[in-house]
């Protein structure tokens, strides 16, 4: 039987196949081998599924879609401080090869154009590493997130030094001003490796999917990023990721997201989701014509949009309030957040109680934030204050603790 959502990507794609605009880059020899009309598309949940149409299986250089991987390796490996040492997260608002720094530091404005990302690769296993050492630690990283041995297109890289005069200013740039270490030409050369990762949207949707899963591999389960890495990312990429048209596409796609000149782009749904799609003819910006047209119409029709002001989160939290036999029992549900309390406590504020006890079943609340807990606790200490009893049912023990700010316990129901 086909899958729903599978024919629901493959039918996104077939609207945009007809859209032919765009060119090639030819400066690295490798891109122009690909197929222009390839055109693919793969998402992978936080639950670890995943879902794929059209040309899913094509292998591509990764090229600046590493640039995010590899940013959030750095912030692993060495701390927010150190990374910002070498790269700002500003937008630039120039093309990606730039030759700019920074004015008062001299730093490179944000990772994900090239200056920044070839400065934050020279982090990687330490100031002192080897090329080979490096370039090893990038590609186990790439290939977990990816969960599966990534392989490198030695020739696309070869050739891609062989001309990498602008990376070389670049990265002389950078070295006169003490940001990197290494010798020009040994920075670009593992830069330029990493680049030339060889993937399928498949690998970077599940790659995706991982840093919108708080850095836990949604299909291997492996934990390889912490979340404060993964939101500062994805954040990154929010303001930076779209070449000079990332204002344009947060307006009009409004989730993270990382193009590459070899037509590649991924998108992350905080929470929800990793998308990728590949079709290599690139606009005048760099970015896939018909990625962006994918994306925007994924956006539009999921409802993908971050900054969407219809998301009505917590609106259904209260998921019933029994008040027919001795108890008011209200049951809750989801994920308990800020905006999920907020209306919890509306909803208990204006019920009149009739029993002499308010439960509250938490046994169908998946998650809940801190805050969100605090918010309970304290109404129901409140409750009771205004005369009755109070009691919880929490299996799972999701209030983390039954302690009231007043000391007291809130006792479980099944032990009344
Ligand atoms: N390796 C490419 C370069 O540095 C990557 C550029 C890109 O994908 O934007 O020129």
Not at 193 to 221: F, K
Not at 252 to 268: N, W
Not at 282 to 293: H, Q
Not at 309 to 322: F, I, P, Q, Y
Request: hydrophobic share 40%; charged share 25%; aromatic share 4%.
């Amino acid at each position: 039987m086909h899958n729903l959502i599978s024919d629901y990507l493959g039918e996104i794609l077939d609207d945009v196949r007809d859209h032919v605009d765009g060119e090639i880059p030819t400066y690295i020899t490798s891109l122009t081998k690909a197929d222009p009309d390839w055109l693919g598309i793969a998402m992978c949940t936080t639950s670890g599924r995943v879902y794929e149409a059209g040309d899913a299986e094509v292998l591509f250089t990764i090229q600046s879609v590493s640039k995010p991987f590899i940013y959030a390796l750095a912030l692993q490996e060495c701390g927010l401080e150190r990374v910002l040492d070498v790269a700002g997260m500003e937008p630039s608002g120039e093309a990606f090869n730039e030759l700019s720094l920074r004015e008062e530091d001299k730093r490179p404005l944000n990772p994900m154009i090239n200056a920044g990302a070839i400065a934050v690769n020279q982090l990687i296993n330490g100031e002192d590493s080897s090329v080979e050492d490096r370039v090893d630690v990038i590609f186990d990283f790439l290939s977990k997130l990816a969960g599966r041995e990534l392989e490198m297109d030695e020739e696309s890289a070869v050739d891609e030094l062989e001309k990498a005069d602008r990376n070389l200013s670049i990265a002389h740039m950078l070295r006169s001003h003490d940001v990197i270490v290494d010798a020009a030409h040994d920075a670009v050369d593992s830069y330029t490796r990493q680049c030339s990762a060889l993937v399928t949207v498949r690998d970077l949707a599940v790659m995706s999917g991982t840093l919108a899963n708080g850095g836990v591999q949604p299909v291997t389960g492996e934990k390889l990023l912490d979340p404060e890495v993964c939101r500062q990312t994805l954040s990154v990429m929010s303001s930076c990721g779209m070449y000079d048209a990332a204002g344009r596409w947060m307006a009009r796609v409004g989730i993270p997201a990382k193009s590459g000149v070899s037509g590649g782009l991924i998108g992350m749904l905080p929470g929800q989701l990793g998308i990728a799609t590949l079709s290599p003819r690139l606009d005048p910006a760099g970015n896939s014509v018909r990625g962006v047209d994918v994306f925007e119409d994924l956006s539009t029709d999921m409802g993908l949009h971050l900054m969407s002001t219809e998301h009505r989160t917590g609106s259904h939290a209260v998921r019933s309030v029994d008040r027919s036999g001795e108890d008011t029992i209200i049951t809750l549900q989801g994920v308990v957040t800020f905006t999920a309390a907020e209306e919890i406590l509306h909803k208990l504020n204006s019920l009149d109680f009739v029993s002499e006890r308010v439960v509250l079943d938490v046994s169908r609340v998946i998650d809940s934030h801190s805050m969100g807990r605090r918010m309970l606790k304290e109404q129901l200490q409140r409750i009771r204050e205004a005369g009755y009893d109070i009691a919880v049912v929490d299996p799972d023990a999701e209030l983390r603790g039954r302690q009231l700010s007043d000391g007291s316990q809130i006792p479980l129901a099944e032990d009344l």
